[in-house]
């Protein structure tokens, strides 16, 4: 199994890249969230991998951290859910946004992935939901508590935020589509006293 390559990042298309190592050019496919932090081209990058091997071909999927792959390979382990379709859902979600929609039950979120639908979007979420644990979400809920649990960012509670997460799931937006919306309002150092119009209106922005 190849565990990661290291080497020089010769070439970007569309879905993969190319390093150079040893004299070889390993052709690695990677979702579209991993393309923002490449480094420019004849840098040196490294990136860890997965490595699948079917009766059609062998083939090298990479990610920039550890925990990424991992959930890659978990997804994996879900019914259905194939490399592609692992690739696809980690090219619309990044994967701290992936456990936030696992938590909350986000089937919406995960099946705007190139062909993965709706029921297997829920099987994802029945699958994995006992498998992602809350330390795991880092700070994709912003301090604000769990969407799923009724955190101050979830629909319903109490707040200027939870107010424009209101606003936001009436408009048509997903729980974790909102949820990291309003991550990122936070982290600019917006706070409740705002108001629920101006952190929505922030809120927008991020879209």
Do not use: W
Request: net charge negative.
């Amino acid at each position: 199994m190849i565990s990661y390559v290291r080497g020089i990042l010769s070439d970007i298309g569309e879905g993969f890249v190319v390093v150079e190592a040893c004299g070889i050019g390993y052709m690695i496919y990677v979702p579209a969230t991993v393309l923002p932090g490449l480094p420019p081209l004849g840098d040196e990058i490294k990136i860890y991998t997965h490595f699948s091997v079917k009766e059609d071909g062998q083939s090298l999927y990479g990610f920039l951290q550890k925990e990424d792959r991992e959930m890659f390979r978990q997804l994996l382990g879900v019914n259905g859910v194939g490399p592609k379709g692992a690739l696809g859902i980690l090219s619309v979600l990044r994967p701290d946004e992936l456990r936030l929609a696992i938590i909350s039950g986000d089937a919406k979120a995960i099946s705007r992935a190139q062909g993965i639908g709706l029921k297997t979007a829920q099987r994802v979420i029945l699958d994995l939901k006992d498998k992602v644990s809350m330390p795991d979400l880092g700070d994709v809920t912003g301090g604000y508590g769990d969407i799923a649990s009724g955190g101050a960012f979830a629909s319903g509670s109490q707040g200027a935020f939870g107010e424009a997460m209101e606003a936001l799931i009436s408009l048509g937006y997903s729980r974790s589509e909102a949820g990291t919306a309003l991550r990122k309002v936070k982290n600019s150092g917006i706070g409740e006293d705002a108001g629920a119009e101006a952190i929505l209106k922030q809120a927008l922005r991020n879209f």
